[in-house]
């Protein structure tokens, strides 16, 4: 399976770069966005997470595949300082102080949560303004904002659904509630956890089609797949983890799942 393969006029339709992102020809210039070296995650005896090294370049879309409970999860909440870590995180050369996570929002180092976590009781336009804060406190800067009517540009379903509450939606639209929350916050790093996590096919597929377009407008994405072959389609890189431990970073293209992927493809033709 080779990877970025697009999907025909999928990106041909996209809306204007978001804030913030890189253009693509800037991606191998720059240096890394973020940098994590020898992180690791436990909860009690539980190690989680066992001194994982990887990095993200700006523009760049990076894959971290594994099975269930290789400490994917856990590793993207140490990177967003949702929960306690050791090591060495730096985000565009600045160290981060691990475990805060307000620090890495104000820095851009957002994450779009497994299972969305929503409010459910609030509108969809007050779940997207809280992505806002990082970068403005005000509600009223928030709506006056272009970041604020860009969103609507990528999503626009969601423009009409505004007043909605987010609990009655299903759990595609709230999805696309949670990567517009992501993007408003104006990401430099956007962590993306299991995004189509019971999902069906046809909505899978629709998120993927938005995922590949913000790759290709430059927004620098650390994506977290359970399945390799979705996510090597649209990743530059791959990180392996397996048991806590990140067992590879290379090219998607040079990735043992793609090439799994091309020798399954070749002997179904």
Same mark, same amino acid.
């Given at each position: 399976?080779?990877?970025?393969?697009?999907?025909?006029?999928?990106?041909?339709?996209?809306?204007?770069?978001?804030?913030?992102?890189?253009?693509?020809?800037? $991606?191998?210039?720059?240096?890394?966005?973020?940098?994590?070296?020898?992180?690791?995650?436990?909860?009690?005896?539980?190690?989680?997470?066992?001194?994982?090294?990887?990095?993200?370049?700006?523009?760049?879309?990076?894959?971290?595949?594994?099975?269930?409970?290789?400490?994917?999860?856990?590793?993207?909440?140490?990177?967003?300082?949702?929960?306690?870590?050791?090591?060495?995180?730096?985000?565009?050369?600045?160290?981060?102080?691990?475990?805060?996570?307000?620090?890495?929002?104000?820095?851009?180092?957002?994450?779009?949560?497994?299972?969305?976590?929503?409010?459910?009781?609030?509108?969809?336009?007050?779940?997207?303004?809280?992505?806002?804060?990082?970068?403005?406190?005000?509600?009223?800067?928030?709506?006056?904002?272009?970041?604020?009517?860009?969103?609507?540009?990528?999503?626009?379903?969601?423009?009409?659904? $505004?007043?909605?509450?987010?609990?009655?939606?299903?759990?595609?639209?709230?999805?696309?509630?949670?990567?517009?929350?992501?993007?408003?916050?104006?990401?430099?790093?956007?962590?993306?956890?299991?995004?189509?996590?019971?999902?069906?096919?046809?909505?899978?597929? $629709?998120?993927?089609?938005?995922?590949?377009?913000?790759?290709?407008?430059?927004?620098?994405?650390?994506?977290?797949?359970?399945?390799?072959?979705?996510?090597?389609?649209?990743?530059?890189?791959?990180?392996?983890?397996?048991?806590?431990?990140? $067992?590879?970073?290379?090219?998607?293209?040079?990735?043992?799942?793609?090439?799994?992927?091309?020798?399954?493809?070749?002997?179904?033709?």
């Amino acid at each position: 399976m080779a990877p970025r393969t697009g999907r025909g006029s999928a990106s041909s339709a996209a809306p204007p770069a978001p804030a913030g992102v890189a253009r693509q020809s800037d $991606r191998q210039q720059a240096g890394p966005a973020l940098d994590v070296v020898g992180v690791s995650v436990t909860y009690g005896k539980f190690i989680a997470v066992e001194h994982a090294s990887f990095s993200v370049h700006t523009g760049e879309c990076v894959a971290m595949v594994g099975p269930n409970g290789s400490g994917k999860s856990s590793l993207g909440m140490a990177v967003a300082g949702l929960v306690p870590a050791r090591g060495s995180i730096r985000v565009d050369g600045k160290q981060a102080p691990l475990g805060d996570a307000e620090w890495m929002a104000r820095h851009g180092v957002i994450l779009v949560p497994e299972r969305r976590q929503l409010f459910p009781d609030m509108s969809v336009e007050d779940n997207i303004l809280l992505g806002c804060y990082p970068w403005t406190h005000s509600l009223r800067t928030a709506r006056r904002s272009a970041t604020f009517e860009e969103i609507y540009t990528w999503f626009p379903a969601l423009a009409s659904r $505004r007043k909605q509450l987010a609990g009655t939606m299903s759990g595609g639209e709230q999805q696309m509630v949670a990567l517009a929350r992501g993007l408003a916050s104006r990401p430099r790093v956007l962590i993306i956890d299991e995004p189509c996590l019971g999902l069906a096919e046809a909505i899978s597929v $629709r998120v993927y089609e938005l995922l590949e377009q913000l790759t290709e407008k430059g927004q620098t994405v650390l994506l977290i797949e359970e399945d390799p072959y979705r996510a090597l389609r649209i990743s530059h890189r791959v990180v392996q983890v397996e048991r806590g431990l990140t $067992r590879a970073v290379e090219p998607a293209a040079a990735s043992p799942v793609a090439d799994e992927g091309s020798a399954a493809g070749e002997g179904d033709q």
